[in-house]
């Protein structure tokens, strides 16, 4: 029986990519010459670090746009709050997401039983499989899901046949 896995996940490779893509522009720029503006990774989290709201702001802007280029989804980044550490320096860990929130997986389940489509919908851990009889079923759940589901870029893994 044909299946496949809905997903959010990044591609960590070009997230590392990107981060030292970013932090050699922060580092060559004119406007962040002298300052201790820097963003660093720890696995999932990456934690920015500036001057000050400003600065952070435009450290925030350039690794979005390096993510952009290397075609990461910026959808995929959850900023925390920006928090004071000692004189006027600022940081902020953004999380990189990984997996479907329950509350996301029940939704695209009841979507798709919702769509009238043959196919069965299950949650499995933090994906949804998709099964069905017929290919032409299962490609028109992910155009289903491309089209309704859109505060998270969705990636379709493990297609069998």
Do not use: H
């Not at 952009?68 to 928090?83: S, T, W, Y």
């Amino acid at each position: 029986m044909p299946s496949f896995d809905i997903v959010v996940e990044a591609n960590m490779v070009e997230v590392r990519n990107a981060l030292d893509q970013a932090n050699k522009e922060i580092a060559t720029r004119f406007d962040f010459k002298g300052s201790d503006a820097r963003i660093e990774q720890k696995e999932r989290e990456l934690t920015a670090f500036a001057d000050d709201d400003f600065k952070l702001g435009q450290v925030r802007d350039i690794l979005t746009a390096k993510m952009a280029k290397r075609g990461v989804d910026a959808r995929l980044l959850e900023p925390g709050e920006p928090e004071r550490i000692g004189g006027d320096k600022v940081k902020q860990t953004i999380k990189v997401r990984n997996g479907i929130e329950s509350e996301l997986a029940r939704r695209i389940v009841r979507l798709v039983k919702d769509s009238r489509i043959k196919v069965t919908a299950s949650i499995q851990g933090d994906a949804v499989r998709v099964a069905g009889a017929k290919r032409d079923d299962l490609q028109a759940v992910i155009a289903l899901a491309r089209r309704e589901v859109t505060e998270v870029p969705l990636t379709f893994q493990n297609f069998r046949d």
